[in-house]
């Protein structure tokens, strides 16, 4: 008997750890069951600066996109800040 605690679980990967700043960037996001089998999701993936105010850490919203991943449990998207 398995009782997951969540319907999926998801992944977002860049080709590099480091890119300068406005330089265009490609995500891949991967979504998995709790049986780490690909599933297809309606997903909203958002690119977020981190910001610092008067010694505090916040982040403020730069892009905001819809993405369903494929049957592969796949989707890609590239940001263009």
Do not use: N, W
């Amino acid at each position: 008997f398995f009782l997951s605690a969540q319907g999926f679980a998801l992944s977002v990967t860049t080709k590099r750890p480091v890119y300068i700043a406005g330089e265009s960037f490609e995500t891949t996001v991967t979504a998995k069951d709790p049986e780490g089998k690909p599933v297809k999701q309606k997903l909203t993936l958002l690119l977020l600066k981190q910001t610092v105010a008067a010694g505090r850490v916040g982040e403020t919203e730069v892009e905001k996109h819809d993405l369903t991943t494929d049957d592969k449990g796949s989707a890609r998207h590239t940001f263009k800040p």
